[in-house]
T-cell receptor
Framework: DAKTTQPPSMDCAEGRAANLPCNHS???????VYWYRQIHSQGPQYIIH???NNETNEMASLIITEDRKSSTLILPHATLRDTAVYYC??????????????FGPGTRLSVLP | KAGVTQTPRYLIKTRGQQVTLSCSPI?????VSWYQQTPGQGLQFLFE???????NKGNFPGRFSGRQFSNSRSEMNVSTLELGDSALYLC????????????FGPGTRLTVT
């Protein structure tokens, strides 16, 4: 699976959009981009994933560049409850070998009042 | 639909003892994965089970083992506990299929004294 690079920390003002970048320059054509977040001492929470097209759900939007070498997770209106560590993971679908995700150190997002 | 449940939530054991942790996946999810999270190593994959068979294994010693039952519930066991086994142990379940996301439980906090 391709490696990802994320900034170690970011701040965002409450009510503003939080834009979390992820670099995955070695991504291959069949690798998906997943985003998870982990609020202190809780299990990671799935946010969104995508392959090529931009994706949106009730939690966030995922913007993937045309060359797929980077992506941005957008939380449109950040709240204090969005303070968490955000993980960007690139993964090859390989159901016959089983499911596992490789988590890096992620980005610690602090939403400030 | 109920989420992934893990029991117990907290556990204190002594060096040399063994421990068994339990995980009930989301209804309909047949793949169950286990992860260990420590401050120093982050989130690390332990193993994954599907249809009562271990399909994938991380780089952990043989003291760490697991199993899955016919109802997809899973247990993991750690024998001869060491101080370094103190960690948050997380279980995740997913549907069978290459690109499906994993959903995590709240974790079991194990402290070895």
């Amino acid at each position: 699976d391709a490696k990802t690079t994320q900034p170690p920390s970011m701040d965002c003002a409450e009510g503003r959009a939080a834009n979390l970048p992820c670099n995955h320059s070695t991504i291959s054509g069949n690798e998906y981009v997943y985003w998870y977040r982990q609020i202190h001492s809780q299990g990671p929470q799935y946010i969104i994933h995508g392959l090529k097209n931009n994706e949106t759900n009730e939690m966030a939007s995922l913007i993937i560049t045309e060359d797929r070498k980077s992506s941005t997770l957008i939380l449109p209106h950040a709240t204090l409850r969005d303070t968490a560590v955000y993980y960007c993971i690139v993964r090859v679908p390989r159901d016959n070998y089983g499911q596992n995700f490789v988590f890096g150190p992620g980005t610690r997002l602090s939403v400030l009042p | 639909k109920a989420g992934v449940t893990q029991t117990p939530r907290y556990l204190i054991k002594t060096r040399g003892q063994q421990v068994t942790l339990s995980c009930s996946p989301i209804s309909g999810h047949r793949s169950v994965s286990w992860y260990q999270q420590t401050p120093g190593q982050g989130l690390q994959f332990l193993f994954e089970y599907f249809s009562e068979t271990q399909r994938n294994k991380g780089n952990f010693p043989g003291r760490f083992s697991g199993r899955q039952f016919s109802n997809s519930r899973s247990e993991m066991n750690v024998s001869t506990l060491e101080l370094g086994d103190s960690a948050l142990y997380l279980c995740a379940s997913s549907l069978v299929g290459a690109a499906y996301e994993q959903y995590f439980g709240p974790g079991t906090r194990l402290t070895v004294t």
